[in-house]
Antibody
Framework: QLQLQESGPGLVKPSETLSLTCTVS??????????WGWIRQPPGKGLEWIGS???????YYNASLKSRVSIAVDMSKKQFSLKLNSVTAADTAVYYC???????????WGQGTLVTVSS | EIVLTQSPGTLSLSPGERATLSCRAS???????VAWFQQSPGQAPRLLIY???SRATGIPDRFSGSGSGTDFTLTIGRLEPEDFTVYYC????????FGQGTKLE
């Protein structure tokens, strides 16, 4: 059974960089139909797609966040990562890593990790 | 960007009743690539429906999706106690956007 697990700091200071890693287990990260993505959810609010990456390294980002976001993949470790720079309180959210199967949308999710932006 | 508007915001029903949730897109969704997710408190969303009408693996057949173009519907045939939570629609035909959610209470 495929499992995804987010890891990283739960507290980030304003203007600094948020960094998270997602570790994939129980399946391949290099399948040709799979993208790997990040989605966030501010407390009590809805879902926002941040960006996705293909195992080859091709990335797709939400236009509203594109200038601050970077997603990378490490095939050898079966991990992909998120960096969001110049964070503000508005970036406080639960961050989920997901598998995006072509044609199927987001079929596997990590449990989510709360990242709070505060000094 | 395709904007998805879900209605109603809150739906009040009883166990055993039928629920109909609506999702309207601001423009036609390519290939009817609309998904529905269920999110229970403190949990990650769970994929229910993809491609507007196909049930994801392990999803009970009381959940069904329909629609095309700009109008999509999630129907829950006979409500079970665990169905009373929040539902989101999402389009993945042109980038990715989510609706604001419908709370089923």
């Amino acid at each position: 059974q495929l499992q995804l697990q987010e890891s990283g700091p739960g507290l980030v200071k304003p203007s600094e960089t948020l960094s998270l890693t997602c570790t994939v287990s129980g399946g391949s990260i290099s399948g040709s139909s799979y993208y790997w993505g990040w989605i966030r959810q501010p407390p009590g609010k809805g879902l926002e797609w941040i960006g996705s990456i293909y195992y080859s390294g091709t990335t797709y980002y939400n236009a509203s966040l594109k200038s601050r976001v970077s997603i990378a993949v490490d095939m050898s470790k079966k991990q992909f990562s998120l960096k969001l720079n110049s964070v503000t309180a508005a970036d406080t959210a639960v961050y989920y890593c997901t598998r995006d199967q072509s044609g199927y949308s987001f079929d596997y999710w990590g449990q989510g990790t709360l990242v709070t932006v505060s000094s | 960007e395709i904007v998805l508007t879900q209605s109603p915001g809150t739906l009040s029903l009883s166990p055993g009743e039928r629920a109909t949730l609506s999702c309207r897109a601001s423009q036609s969704v390519n290939r009817n690539y609309v998904a529905w997710f269920q999110q229970s408190p403190g949990q990650a969303p769970r994929l229910l429906i993809y491609g507007a009408s196909s049930r994801a693996t392990g999803i009970p057949d009381r959940f069904s999706g329909s629609g095309s173009g700009t109008d999509f519907t999630l129907t829950i045939g006979r409500l079970e106690p665990e169905d009373f939570t929040v539902y989101y629609c999402q389009q993945y035909g042109n980038s990715y956007t989510f609706g604001q959610g419908t709370k089923l209470e």
